[in-house]
């Protein structure tokens, strides 16, 4: 199989500036949505925007100022500080209910631990000082760092950050404090709910089962969660399960995020450091990377979920027609039968002049002769300059990377 970075001399694989061309990738943030697709379009990608999660605002929360007059009227001896987001939100809750000062006096008594770098930041925004941090950001490696120095008998204020659901499984964090002696104060920063249309999110959930997305983007555990229960609420958790496991790229911001893919053994991709620029690049690099390149007729041409590359030029083409496509591409150079081409087309059928009426759309829609041969009496192959195997099967090569 032919990879981009083994195509160098072959013309117009990939565009450097514009890396995403051909690709359409779904976006599911809630916040720095803008960002986050305007960062993706500037490098070439159609987006698709559906964000998966509302969140509670904090200041209207009565669970949360509950807890927080708690901590104020008895501080803790230790606070776990998750999410900066929450963190931050915290405090400006505290200062719409007068008690801003109060919380970070209580807080400050004790001793503070950040799970990663946006947390730190938050905290020291504050004017409050972590005494540690792991590099991973990973709650697991924060319980384990705190159960080897011991809890028993301390009262240990934990910031959640986000409900739990059978999608969003966490470390049981709370649970393992608890189980080690320590008296555990919860505290709900936000919470999130499902957003109030759920129009966008069907589409998005929609076009990963057809086949019609290259990857989706998550910035949060809640977002996976959130599209689940939806696909759950539509009966397309299969589906939409086995577009992940095979076509459709799950990119994750980090491995929290990961988690609830984590649990259904779908396997995703994600950046070195959990970041939205990061993010972006790592979809950059990877998702070229993952489709393969054929040589057809002497033209460089990939196949993406919505479009075809033809040496690096982004060509528009029909459902039926790429549908064809994608069959003669599983089989690269072999010769497949209109009937085995017609049961391929969405709706199936059984006139083959539909299959020709696709074949005919195909070419046109390539913009160049050669790449779909007809064989007399038989019917079309994908006319490969290589032998057998080298083509453009980009479920196959989803398959190959999941461990």
């Known amino acids: 199989m032919t990879r981009p970075s083994d195509s160098t001399s072959s013309p117009g694989v990939v565009d450097a500036e514009r890396p995403l061309t051909g690709f359409r990738i779904g976006i599911t943030a809630a916040r720095r949505a803008d960002e986050l697709a305007t960062l993706l379009t500037r490098r070439g990608a159609e987006?698709?925007?559906a964000p998966a999660i509302r969140l509670v605002p904090l200041a209207d929360d009565v669970e949360l100022e509950a807890r927080t007059r708690e901590i104020v009227a008895e501080p803790?001896?230790?606070t776990v500080a998750t999410t900066g987001i929450g963190f931050r939100g915290w405090v400006e809750a505290a200062e719409g209910w007068g008690i801003a000062d109060e919380l970070l006096a209580a807080l400050g008594s004790g001793r503070v631990i950040a799970r990663g770098p946006k947390a730190t930041g938050a905290l020291r925004a504050a004017g409050l000082r972590e005494e540690w941090s792991p590099d991973s950001e990973s709650s697991a490696e924060v319980l384990s760092h705190l159960l080897a120095d011991g809890v028993a008998g301390l009262r240990i204020a934990v910031q959640l950050h986000g409900?739990?659901?059978e999608w969003e499984p966490l470390p049981d964090f709370c649970d393992g404090l608890r189980a080690a002696g320590a008296t555990v104060v919860p505290v709900p920063v936000y919470r999130w709910v499902p957003p109030d249309d759920p129009a966008p999110m069907d589409r998005l959930i929609e076009a990963a089962v057809c086949g019609e997305l290259d990857a989706v983007t998550f910035t949060s555990a809640p977002a996976v969660a959130?599209?689940?229960m939806r696909?759950?609420?539509?009966?397309?958790v299969a589906p939409l399960q086995h577009a992940f496991r095979t076509r459709v790229v799950?990119?994750?911001v980090g491995p929290v995020t990961a988690g609830p893919f984590d649990a259904m053994g779908i396997a995703t991709t994600a950046p070195a450091r959990a970041r939205v620029g990061a993010l972006v690049r790592h979809v950059a690099d990877e998702l070229p990377a993952r489709v393969p390149t054929a040589i057809c007729a002497g033209h460089a041409v990939r196949l993406l979920a919505t479009t075809v590359l033809v040496d690096g030029a982004p060509r528009t083409v029909p459902r039926a027609a790429l549908a064809v496509l994608d069959a003669l591409a599983r089989r690269p150079g072999a010769v497949v039968s209109r009937e085995d081409l017609l049961a391929a087309l969405p709706g199936g059928g059984d006139d083959t002049h539909a299959?020709?009426?696709?074949?005919?759309?195909?070419?046109s829609a390539l913009g160049v002769s050669g790449i779909v041969a007809t064989v007399v009496k038989r019917g079309y192959r994908l006319n490969v300059d290589h032998p057998v195997g080298v083509g453009l099967d980009r479920a196959a090569d989803h398959e190959e990377r999941v461990p």
Do not use: G, I, N
């Open 355 to 363: 299959v020709e009426t696709a074949v005919a759309r195909l070419r």
């Open 163 to 165: 409900a739990t659901t």
């Open 231 to 236: 696909a759950a609420d539509t009966d397309l």
């Open 76 to 78: 803790p001896d230790l």
């Open 47 to 49: 987006v698709l925007h």
């Open 226 to 228: 959130s599209m689940m």
């Open 250 to 252: 799950p990119v994750c």
